[in-house]
């Protein structure tokens, strides 16, 4: 079974440019969450997507926002980049079949702002 | 407060047993977590724990939760140099539906 999957990668944008990133949940999982990782800072949670609505967001400005398809995949955007946003943007997925609400996560977008 | 906290580093020898200590502070967790991160990596499951249990195994994993104190460990038998990453503990926040409040993660080195 595949797991959660995100891209790209890598991306590298300059300040006041907007990033995209996307992930794909787990096969059946309805449930789509964003953390960041940024160094000094942890893991920090920034969005949760479930049917296609958001649900419950971090401490994070406004121009960290998403979105989520009718297949459950999700967009991350971020607008007005700003140097701090650099990070490690992690996805993870849960749903029926897992214990509630166990998040299962993907490999990473690591977004560098230059 | 929302800290879970975690030591930030654990030195081991092969073959001996880790023992990895977390505090969270939501008393109305549910689940509790432990990941794991290799370098470069994003996050692996281990395994978790429903708050009314005191202890889980899973193989070469042992979890010990107790909740009074507030207090979960994770123990690795016969640490293996494969098991050299950062491990984070994380807990389920009651008031705010689908956040891991994470700890800051501990690095375990593995040496031979």
């Known amino acids: 079974e595949a797991g959660v999957t995100q891209s790209p990668t890598h991306l590298i944008k300059t300040r006041g440019q907007q990033a995209t990133l996307r992930c794909s949940p787990i096969?059946?999982?309805?449930?789509v969450y964003w953390y960041q990782q940024a160094l000094g800072l942890g893991l920090q949670f920034l969005l949760w997507?479930?049917?296609?609505?958001?649900?419950n967001r971090g401490n994070f400005p406004p121009r960290f926002s998403g979105r989520q398809f009718p297949n459950y995949s999700s967009e991350l955007n971020v607008n007005a980049l700003e140097l701090e946003d650099s990070a490690l943007y992690l996805c993870?997925?849960?749903?029926?079949?897992?214990?509630?609400?166990?998040?299962?996560f993907g490999p990473g977008t690591r977004l560098l702002v230059l | 407060g929302e800290d879970v906290e975690q030591s930030l580093f654990l030195s081991v020898r092969e073959g001996d047993s880790s023992v990895i200590n977390c505090t969270y502070t939501?008393?109305?967790?549910?689940?509790l977590y432990w990941y794991k991160q290799e370098p470069g990596a994003g996050l692996q499951l281990l395994t978790y724990?429903?708050?009314?249990?005191d202890m889980k195994q899973d193989q070469r994993l042992t979890v010990l939760l107790n909740k009074k104190d507030k207090h979960l460990s994770l123990r690795i038998a016969d640490t293996q140099t494969g098991d050299s990453a950062i491990y984070f503990c994380?807990?389920?926040?009651?008031?705010?539906?689908?956040?891991?409040?994470f700890g800051a993660g501990t690095q375990v080195v593995v040496t031979p």
């Open positions: 993870a997925s849960s749903g029926p079949g897992t214990a509630q609400e166990t998040q299962y």
């Open positions: 096969s059946g999982h309805t449930s």
């Open positions: 997507y479930d049917e296609g609505e958001e649900r």
């Open positions: 939501d008393s109305s967790s549910t689940y």
């Open positions: 724990i429903f708050s009314n249990m």
């Open positions: 994380a807990e389920s926040i009651s008031d705010s539906w689908g956040k891991l409040q």
